[in-house]
């Protein structure tokens, strides 16, 4: 994987790239995290694909802007990157917030979408849920006791949450304006839901992915992205909590490249 940087509006954009095939995947983080926690699956998808991983404008080590962080906004970070790194069109997978403002993007701009994957996705919970509340809490006070278990609790499994997935969110959550960002990005997802006309209006093949056992958005809310998107799979990884990539890497690459195909 090799860091790069570039420049949108003036905004120090930084993300990961890997791959050098005609095809390019891009991959879209959740709320308060970064390209890394993309890291167990890129290198499988790079053997088919040219991988873009950003930092999200507001995340990571991207820029921080004092800016509303909307769904909206992120679809128009997303199609500026796009843009930037020259590509025309591309699959695209989006975990949690990356999921729903995937979605978002695929509905502005259908013609640069070749498949879209949403893994546990935002935009359609209507109540938060204590491991959502956790990881808030996490993010308000970021230290290793509150990150610790903000994250346990979202995986699920009653594992042991490797140090470095912590200690990163620790860091990154410490740098200036990114408990702003975070709970602008809280209050734009409230505000801006993924109600049926919108889903109703996505015409790209789409495969939602969900953890069984996914305890901050619960697998229930798989139900109205079926029900409602025209061209829609569902796929259900057992024994999964909300990072399915992060926790079975392997099976959540194949199911995405068996969905993929060609595109």
């Not at 796009?82 to 975990?95: D, M, Q, R, W, Y």
């Not at 304006?177 to 209050?187: P, R």
């Not at 939602?208 to 829609?232: M, R, T």
């Not at 990539?245 to 995405?256: E, G, I, L, M």
Request: a negative charge; charged letters at 20%; proline letters at 6%.
């Amino acid at each position: 994987m090799e860091e790069k940087f570039l420049q949108i509006d003036e905004n120090k954009i930084r993300y990961l790239e890997s791959g050098n095939s005609q095809k390019t995947l891009v991959l879209i983080h959740g709320l308060g995290a970064s390209a890394e926690r993309w890291d167990k699956v890129i290198p499988i998808f790079a053997k088919n694909y040219r991988v873009l991983v950003p930092d999200l404008i507001g995340f990571g080590y991207s820029d921080k802007p004092l800016v509303d962080y909307t769904p909206e906004y992120f679809s128009d970070f997303l199609s500026k990157f796009f843009s930037l790194t020259n590509t025309e069109s591309a699959s695209v997978i989006g975990s949690s917030l990356g999921g729903q403002v995937s979605a978002e993007f695929t509905l502005s701009n259908p013609e640069k979408v070749k498949k879209l994957i949403l893994t546990s996705p935002a935009g359609v919970m209507e109540h938060s849920t204590p491991a959502l509340d956790a990881y808030i809490m996490a993010a308000l006070y970021p230290n290793e006791i509150n990150a610790k278990k903000a994250f346990e609790l979202m995986e699920g499994s009653g594992e042991e949450v490797p140090e470095d997935i912590v200690n990163g969110f620790v860091e990154r959550m410490k740098l200036p304006n990114a408990k702003l960002a975070f709970m602008s990005t809280i209050l734009g997802l409230k505000n801006s839901k993924l109600g049926s006309s919108k889903l109703e209006s996505i015409v790209t093949p789409t495969l939602v992915l969900w953890g069984a056992n996914d305890p901050v958005i619960p697998i229930e809310n798989a139900d109205i992205f079926i029900s409602k998107i025209p061209d829609c799979q569902l796929c259900i990884m057992e024994g999964c909590g909300h990072t399915p990539y992060v926790q079975d890497p392997q099976t959540f690459a194949n199911k995405s490249l068996e969905f993929l195909g060609d595109s």
